[in-house]
């Protein structure tokens, strides 16, 4: 059974960062595609940043690009987000999500929509105070 636990989330001011970690258990990650989404009160799930089996190609959303970065370590099996410069409007609950699909497609670019991801994690609270 594949698993997605996140960690890194909290309380945080307006400007400061925070590292998110997505650990996965289960499965190899070593050619599943991973994704973070977000979803704040009264919003529905947004894409946020993701990253290719291989960590070669990565693609963000426009509102996190330049201040956001995900990052994998296939050999601890864990998915990263380094969220710097964080604004109030970045609070939301952050999930990770897996996208084990993808290498099939023969597409280099990870994909966005959340239709794509098979598997999901709980989620951690992200709250930015201004």
């Known amino acids: 059974q594949v698993q997605l636990a996140e960690s890194g989330g909290g309380l945080v001011q307006a400007g400061g960062s925070l590292r998110l970690s997505c650990a996965v258990s289960?499965?190899?990650?070593?050619?599943?595609?991973m994704g973070w989404f977000r979803q704040a009160p009264g919003k529905e799930r947004e894409f946020v940043a993701a990253i290719s089996w291989s960590g070669g190609n990565t693609y963000y959303a426009d509102s996190v690009k330049g201040r956001f970065t995900i990052s994998r370590d296939n050999a601890k099996n864990t998915v990263y987000l380094q969220m710097n410069s964080l604004k109030p409007e970045d609070t939301a609950v952050y999930y990770c999500?897996?996208?084990?699909?993808?290498?099939?497609?023969?597409?280099?670019?990870?994909?966005?929509?959340?239709?794509?991801?098979?598997?999901w994690g709980q989620g951690t609270q992200v709250t930015v105070s201004s």
């Open positions: 289960g499965r190899s990650i070593s050619s599943v595609a």
């Open positions: 999500a897996a996208d084990p699909n993808l290498i099939a497609t023969r597409m280099v670019k990870p994909r966005s929509q959340s239709t794509s991801y098979d598997y």
